[in-house]
C-alpha cells in the first residue's frame, strides 16, 4: 500500500465524526442530509467531513436523478487492516511473553506461601 494513502486513511479515521458517517455508510448509502441528521452540526460542516472521506478513498458519490448518495469505500480499510496485521505477530508473541512471566510469578507467589499465611 503506498504509505501516502495509508496516512491519508489512518488521517482520515481519526476523528470520530467521520468513523460514525463510515459506520453509517456500511448499512448502505445515504445523502449527506441523511448523514447529518445524528450530528449537532451543518450540512457544509458534515460536506467538509465527506471531502476528507473522500480525499482518502474511503467515501464516493454518486448521482441519482436529484440525489447524491454517498457510499463506502471498503479498500482503503482493507489495505490499513492488512498494515495492521503485519504487528499482530509482535503483540501475540508479547502477550504470551507477559501470560509465560505472570504464570512464573503466580507459582513463586503460591510456592513461598505457608499455611496459614493470607
Known amino acids: 500500500m503506498d504509505t501516502d494513502e495509508l496516512d491519508a486513511t489512518f488521517a482520515a479515521l481519526a476523528d470520530p465524526t467521520r468513523r460514525a458517517i463510515l ?8 445523502t449527506v442530509t441523511e448523514l447529518a441528521a445524528p450530528f ?6 458534515i ?7 473522500e480525499r482518502a478513498g ?3 458519490r454518486g448521482r441519482d436523478a ?10 482503503p480499510l482493507r489495505d490499513a487492516a492488512g498494515w495492521l496485521e503485519d504487528y499482530r505477530g509482535y503483540w501475540e508473541e508479547s502477550f504470551q511473553r507477559l501470560d509465560t512471566l505472570l504464570d512464573e510469578l503466580k507459582s513463586a507467589e503460591g510456592g513461598d506461601r505457608r499455611p496459614g499465611d493470607h
Open 58 to 60: 474511503l467515501v464516493s
Open 40 to 45: 449537532a452540526m451543518s450540512q457544509p460542516a
Open 66 to 75: 436529484q440525489r447524491r448518495p454517498c457510499r463506502l469505500e471498503a479498500r
Open 23 to 30: 459506520a453509517r455508510l456500511a448499512s448502505g448509502e445515504a
Open 47 to 53: 460536506s467538509k467531513h465527506l471531502k476528507v472521506l
